[in-house]
């Protein structure tokens, strides 16, 4: 949800967004693990269906899936992909595969895939994740997270000024926008 606020915004504002590898739930398995028992108890299909009627603004579909992919090997390539200026492209095919299609992004063949599907070199990709060269950068973001507070994403901040948290309706933006430039002038 948080790209597609950002790429609505973008038709409004110069904006220059800098996406922090953040792992919200690092305690799920390799294997990933199903929703309903990271969240016992919690209402899926009602979440799955807030979640669809809010991405539909923004061209975005939600598959549903009941099962959470550990994150950290997705984090790890997005950064790869970012020292290679394909951040961007990465992110939407991660997101994509994630969301919409329900697929395993810790895997080490679809994050290769996606990789070469943009012009990345997955195996440079793949064995620069293996010998731990992005580790540094989610312990930083870990940090610089905490430092804001952040427990949720998407979570924004706006020029080290105003923070947001959640899916939040457009209009909050708009209106965090206008704050920011009044403090600036």
């Given amino acids: 949800m948080g790209k597609g606020i950002v790429d609505e915004l973008k038709k409004e504002y110069t ?5 922090l590898p953040l792992e919200i739930h690092p305690e799920v398995p390799e294997k990933g693990q199903r ?9 899926l299909e009602g979440m799955f269906m807030n979640l ?6 923004y061209g975005i579909s939600f598959c549903g899936a009941d099962m959470m992919s550990n994150t950290h090997k997705a984090l790890l390539a997005g950064e ?3 020292d290679n200026g394909k951040f961007h492209e990465f992110h939407d095919k991660i997101f994509y595969e994630y969301f919409t299609k329900g697929m395993d992004i810790n895997d080490d063949q679809l994050l290769a895939s ?14 620069k994740i293996k010998a731990g060269i992005y580790e540094e950068r989610l312990i930083e973001a870990h ?9 949720s994403t998407p979570t924004f901040i706006i020029d080290d ?11 909050s933006f708009r209106e965090a926008f206008k704050s920011v430039e009044s403090k600036l002038r």
């Fill in 15 to 19: 904006i220059d967004d800098q996406w």
């Fill in 143 to 151: 940090e610089t997270a905490r430092n804001y507070n952040v427990n």
């Fill in 161 to 171: 000024m105003t923070v947001l948290v959640g899916a939040q309706p457009i209009a």
């Fill in 114 to 127: 996606i990789a070469g599907s943009i012009g990345l070199d997955k195996e440079e990709m793949l064995s």
């Fill in 35 to 43: 929703v309903s028992d990271l969240f016992p108890g919690m209402p």
């Fill in 80 to 82: 790869y992909a970012k």
């Fill in 52 to 57: 669809s009627r809010m991405g539909d603004e």
